[in-house]
């Protein structure tokens, strides 16, 4: 049993996502507020229409989208958090759904309503709001495709009122691809849409900057500049007219802000601004010559609550794909035209009556009935053409040069976009793979991006003293991985420390992608050793180590039989050992002490002596009135350490 859209109210989706109540509905989608069970926060959960489930070009698209949209970390950008599909229907084509940040509050479209047309410093405000979201995405590759007031939320959280937040990214170009659709597909909203997008169906960042200078007029004047009984007429205006000034309906605007507007919906696509970035900066410098500041953004509330996109009820209208879009689409509605239709835009305005319309109303009914029935083949012609005509199947590119990929791929009216990677197997020139991949769907004048190889990766020769960052980038600039390990660190003396002296596999041998590559660094000059100075003085053994480049310090004395007082035992570090230069070395002197020769001295002189010079004395005892030193030991000259003890032998 396939349910209903609003049965899905309650229902846990993913085993994650409780659903609740039904924000929004439109041709496209429907909006629920929900909960995110994990992570115990509000979310808005966009479940598409399931007609679009069975189309596996629709699916690929959508996930694709969803991932680019998720990549997008912005301020004014509605966060989208994941993508799924339902399966909880039990239905072989599971509905496609996306998780977004829940905004509170209303729309552009809610504020325009209660106030008609905004103050400059208002709608310049919001304006760059916008435009600072479209040049994250532009910058990230991304084109918006449908901006309208409808698709900016205005929510709680901006300084002393709201923030604006553009919503859907991508998912206006998912629902393109979907070729399945029997009766309608959604394109974008007449009245927003720029002439290329309504002739070829090509879009582009200039096609947001015309979109949204749309949008900056309509703030200004409380309209949109084209209005029309049919789609067909408000498309015809948006290819073969040039925007006004909107100082024609508001005539107290200043030049400045008509040659902002103007500028930015010219219909040639390279008289525009290059992206939202540039059209940005010029709107930014007119509100800086008109000494204007940015304002509060009110905050207002929807007729329905607001979530992650506004409500479609309005804003995601799908029409059938017939010549004539009936009037009630008006300027919000997301309109489809099929290509025939698109192309015959350059054709006199058909709103438009000629002079020899009554003289066609007295055409013989055979004639009429004629007509009838080459009206009716050319509606058959379109709708084939809007529902299966206008798709192609991506060929299969790989393996061929990129020459080849080209013609096969215009051959086809798409066009190729050219990427160039690194491959472990397929030669350098060759096509690896193309995106979308063979055998998907795709507009006729989609963008298919084309992976030439490079052949297999090559170290590359990075030159001894390059920073660490330029080595990196260099290798992975040929899709290697660099690492860095102390253990492979070497000592130069040409090289500053810390500055790389060479690469491991060396530069120009030949890796797979994603292979490591070590960055040698430098460790400065290698280590000198300690010299050996002892038995030297302490001030020769100072300054052998001073010029050696280390500094010297007294760290004791220590005694030693061969070596004089006041002179070198030893150093810490000892002798021979490298250390870094510029470390301290301790030096070890002498404390030993040359014993005097007392033998043949009377005893009591002797033991005078060597009392006076710290020693100790055994058998100094005299046994007469006069008595000699014959013997001592330790004998005269010899070192021995300070309080040593001195054995004599004496007569008588």
Same mark, same amino acid.
């Given at each position: ?14 085993? +994650?996502? +409780? ?34 489930? @069975? ?61 008609? +047309? ?175 500041? &940015?304002?509060?953004? &009110? ?198 420390? @810390? ?35 002892? #038995? ?45 230069? #510029? ?70």
């Amino acid at each position: 049993m396939t349910r209903t859209e609003t049965s899905l109210a309650g229902a846990l989706l993913d085993r +994650r996502y +409780r659903v609740g109540d039904l924000i929004a509905r439109g041709g496209m989608s429907s909006v629920y507020r929900g909960v995110d069970t994990r992570l115990d926060r509000p979310v808005a959960v966009k479940v598409m229409d399931s007609r679009f489930a @069975g189309d596996r070009s629709f699916v690929d698209r959508f996930e694709r989208e969803a991932r680019s949209a998720a990549r997008l970390h912005h301020p004014h950008v509605v966060a989208v958090h994941d993508q799924g599909f339902d399966t909880s229907t039990g239905s072989d084509n599971p509905r496609a759904f996306l998780v977004m940040e829940l905004v509170d509050g209303g729309t552009l479209r809610d504020l325009l309503t209660e106030r008609g +047309r905004l103050d400059v410093p208002l709608a310049l405000t919001v304006a760059e709001q916008v435009l600072s979201a479209l040049a994250a995405a532009h910058t990230a590759g991304l084109v918006h495709r449908d901006i309208k007031p409808e698709n900016v939320l205005i929510g709680t959280g901006g300084d002393a009122g709201g923030v604006v937040k553009v919503a859907d990214f991508g998912l206006v170009r998912a629902a393109a691809s979907a070729g399945t659709t029997s009766t309608s597909v959604i394109l974008g909203t007449v009245a927003y849409l720029s002439p290329e997008q309504v002739s070829t169906g090509a879009a582009s960042a200039r096609s947001d900057v015309y979109s949204t200078g749309i949008l900056l007029y309509e703030m200004l004047t409380g309209q949109v500049p084209y209005r029309g009984d049919t789609a067909l007429s408000v498309a015809y205006r948006h290819v073969n007219d040039d925007v006004p000034p909107p100082s024609t309906v508001v005539p107290e605007l200043p030049p400045a802000l008509d040659d902002l507007v103007v500028r930015a919906t010219r219909r040639e696509v390279d008289a525009r601004p290059a992206d939202a970035e540039a059209f940005l900066a010029e709107l930014e410098n007119v509100r800086s010559v008109l000494g204007l500041r &940015p304002t509060p953004v &009110p905050i207002v509330t929807a007729p329905r609550a607001s979530g992650a996109t506004p409500a479609e009820t309005d804003s995601e209208l799908t029409v059938p794909a017939l010549p004539a879009v009936p009037a009630e689409a008006g300027p919000r509605g997301t309109q489809a035209l099929p290509r025939p239709v698109a192309e015959r835009l350059q054709q006199p305005d058909p709103g438009e009556v000629s002079p020899a319309a009554p003289a066609r109303r007295r055409a013989p009914l055979v004639v009429l009935a004629l007509v009838v029935l080459l009206v009716l083949g050319g509606v058959g012609a379109g709708v084939w053409w809007f529902s299966n005509g206008r798709y192609v199947d991506v060929p299969s590119v790989a393996g061929m040069t990129r020459d080849e990929a080209e013609t096969a791929l215009r051959q086809l009216e798409l066009t190729p976009v050219f990427a160039e990677e690194r491959h472990n197997t397929t030669p350098s020139g060759t096509v690896i793979r193309s995106d979308p991949d063979s055998g998907a769907r795709a507009l006729q004048g989609d963008e298919v991006t084309v992976f030439v190889s490079l052949g297999r990766p090559v170290v590359p020769d990075v030159r001894a003293g390059a920073s660490v960052e330029e080595a990196e980038r260099a290798i992975s600039a040929v899709q290697l991985e660099p690492r860095v390990s102390p253990e492979t660190d070497e000592y130069s003396n040409d090289v500053p420390e @810390g500055a790389v002296v060479t690469l491991k596999p060396q530069p120009g041998s030949q890796a797979n992608v994603g292979d490591a590559v070590t960055i040698v660094r430098s460790k400065g000059p290698p280590p000198t050793p300690v010299p050996d100075v002892s #038995g030297k003085s302490r001030e020769q053994a100072f300054q052998a180590l001073r010029d050696a480049g280390f500094e010297p310090y007294e760290a004791g004395k220590e005694f030693s039989a061969d070596v004089p007082a006041g002179h070198v035992v030893r150093t810490e570090p000892a002798n021979g050992s490298t250390v870094e230069q #510029g470390n301290r070395v301790g030096v070890f002197v002498s404390n030993a002490v040359e014993v005097p020769s007392v033998v043949g001295r009377r005893t009591e002189k002797a033991v005078q002596i060597l009392r006076e010079a710290g020693f100790e004395v055994s058998g100094g005892d005299s046994r007469g009135p006069i008595s000699f030193v014959i013997d001592q030991s330790p004998g005269g000259g010899e070192l021995v350490e300070p309080g040593a003890t001195i054995s004599l032998s004496v007569i008588p």
